[in-house]
């Protein structure tokens, strides 16, 4: 494999479960997580003897960092790292709050206290196993998503076979008004659980749009056709009156088909992820086989006006993240599930990238336009799982800047303000963790709030980094009382 050169520097159960929990999550603030590993913890895959040397000798040549080495550009400063503590399951998502950083995990989530970013402190650890654990907050309501088969919705839950008619997977709601005791308010079922979800909050309620889709169609409620997502609304002042309101259907024609109709890339049955624009009362799509844009004017039902494919690169459509005016979407393909080495020359530069889109038109008639590909410019070893993954805006005035998540890739800034030209203006990442393995890590989430770019790496924690560039220099003026990054802000 050919290295470029560095620069060093988820179903059916719902009754008492809630109560049983006596509404108050589990709290650690030391030890191990005593929690049952959900489907998608972090595991060591042999790779070939020659790919192994490979990479041991990219590390001695100097060419990729050493196992576990941090290098970064000369613009991005490394501030704090802490590793995981109490709850030792795969890191997921994050979101923010005053001077709180929330962050996801398999076997539940953490709060920070990041006032000081040098210094980030854990203000509580809360044990609630279910994967993948994706995370939003606003006002005094956390979300979290299960998308593992339980054997209840409490935080005490097992896991157990999807084929189980006791299953159990959809969205759990916590009372964050204390940071230090959250409280465990109501669960919501849905089918095919939650694999994602957004919010599309007004001031009385929350709508949740809950992504989920089936890569295994033998799971009984997800299989075709499951082509919409469920939405739920959440009273601010009930949120034990959570429901379900409405299951749009995204898909009437069934999607994507995928292999082997279009070789390499999934069949559409669900969404993964989907960003709202609040303001814009637009929504952005990715969903496995395809990419689609919505009208969210009425929240509880939003509408498809474009829909877009790219059966030559793309095989699954990830996550979306709209430019600050609204008038680009940046698709994310996330070859491999998160758990290969894709980001080498073999595969190249157009897969298992980001996909930059132009939206053209007014009104219902607008379009999503393809402009380019972006992909991080360095390659990784083929004991690193990298591909595109989360990120967010940099909110620069007169620029598109983005800061993104590629796993053991590390993290990329980049500027796509020319749809046709995007290009890195900086990076931070670790080494290989193993040179004899695959083993899954590396940035899960890297987002921009209020100065600092926060990563919640899948394996080693939780890091601090900030970025020193005249062309970013704008948004530090920027500051947000609440930041989900998948509930797009108008940041002007």
């Known amino acids: 494999m050919t290295l470029l050169q560095k620069t060093r520097v988820r179903r059916r159960y719902l009754g008492a479960a809630a109560t049983a929990c006596g509404l108050v999550a589990a709290l650690l603030v030391a030890g191990p997580a005593a929690a049952t590993p959900d489907p998608g913890e972090r595991a060591g895959k042999e790779v070939s003897k020659g790919q192994a040397?490979?990479?041991r000798g990219a590390i001695k040549d100097g060419e990729i960092p050493g196992v576990d080495e941090i290098v970064h550009s000369k613009n991005i400063e490394h501030l704090a790292s802490l590793p995981k503590q109490a709850l030792q399951g795969t890191n997921s998502d994050l979101a923010f709050?005053?001077?709180?950083?929330?962050?996801?995990?398999?076997?539940?989530?953490?709060?920070?206290?990041?006032?000081?970013?040098k210094k980030p402190k854990t203000v509580s650890q809360v044990l609630c196993p279910g994967a993948q654990n994706d995370i939003s907050v606003s006002g005094n309501l956390l979300f979290l998503s299960t998308d593992s088969s339980r054997s209840d919705n409490s935080c005490n839950s097992t896991s157990q076979p999807a084929t189980e008619k006791s299953s159990w997977e959809g969205m759990k709601i916590f009372d964050i008004s204390?940071?230090?005791?959250?409280?465990?308010?109501?669960?919501?079922?849905?089918?095919?659980?939650?694999?994602?979800?957004?919010?599309?909050p007004d001031r009385r309620d929350v709508y949740v749009y809950v992504s989920s889709y089936a890569p295994n169609e033998t799971f009984p409620d997800c299989r075709p056709p499951h082509d919409g997502i469920s939405v739920i609304?959440?009273?601010?002042?009930?949120p034990e009156q959570a429901a379900i309101v409405d299951f749009p259907v995204l898909f009437p024609?069934?999607?994507?088909?995928?292999?082997?109709?279009n070789p390499g890339v999934t069949k559409t049955s669900g969404c993964h992820d989907i960003t709202t624009f609040p303001k814009l009362k637009l929504a952005a799509g990715a969903c496995m086989g395809d990419g689609i844009l919505?009208?969210?004017?009425?929240?509880?039902?939003?509408?498809v006006i474009d829909r877009v494919t790219d059966n030559a690169n793309f095989a699954f459509w990830h996550s979306a993240t709209f430019n600050e005016r609204g008038t680009k979407v940046v698709f994310t393909d996330e070859l491999g599930g998160g758990g290969a080495a894709t980001c080498n020359a073999e595969v190249g530069p157009k897969r298992g990238a980001d996909g930059i889109y132009d939206l053209v038109g007014k009104g219902d008639k607008r379009e999503l336009?393809?402009?380019?590909?972006?992909?991080?410019?360095?390659?990784?070893?083929?004991?690193?799982?990298?591909?595109?993954?989360?990120?967010?805006?940099?909110?620069v005035k007169g620029r598109d800047i983005m800061v993104q998540a590629w796993y053991q890739g590390g993290i990329s800034v980049w500027d796509f303000t020319d749809s046709s030209k995007p290009h890195e203006i900086g990076y931070f990442e670790r080494g290989p963790i193993s040179t004899d393995s695959m083993v899954t890590g590396g940035s899960w989430s890297a987002y921009y709030y209020n100065g600092y770019i926060f990563s919640n790496d899948i394996a080693k924690g939780f890091d601090v980094?900030?970025?020193?560039?005249?062309?970013?220099?704008?948004?530090?003026?920027?500051?947000?009382?609440?930041?989900n990054v998948q509930t797009q802000p108008d940041y002007r």
């Open 294 to 303: 919505m009208d969210i004017s009425n929240p509880a039902a939003p509408k």
């Open 178 to 200: 204390d940071k230090k005791n959250p409280e465990y308010v109501s669960a919501v079922e849905t089918a095919c659980g939650s694999h994602t979800h957004t919010l599309a």
């Open 53 to 55: 040397a490979d990479t």
């Open 253 to 261: 024609d069934g999607g994507n088909p995928g292999g082997p109709t």
């Open 97 to 117: 709050q005053g001077k709180y950083a929330f962050a996801g995990n398999y076997d539940g989530f953490v709060i920070y206290d990041v006032s000081n970013p």
């Open 369 to 395: 336009v393809f402009k380019n590909y972006y992909k991080i410019p360095r390659h990784q070893a083929d004991t690193e799982n990298c591909v595109a993954h989360n990120g967010s805006l940099i909110p």
């Open 465 to 483: 980094l900030k970025i020193n560039d005249r062309r970013t220099d704008s948004a530090k003026k920027v500051r947000l009382g609440e930041l």
């Open 233 to 238: 609304k959440v009273p601010r002042k009930a």
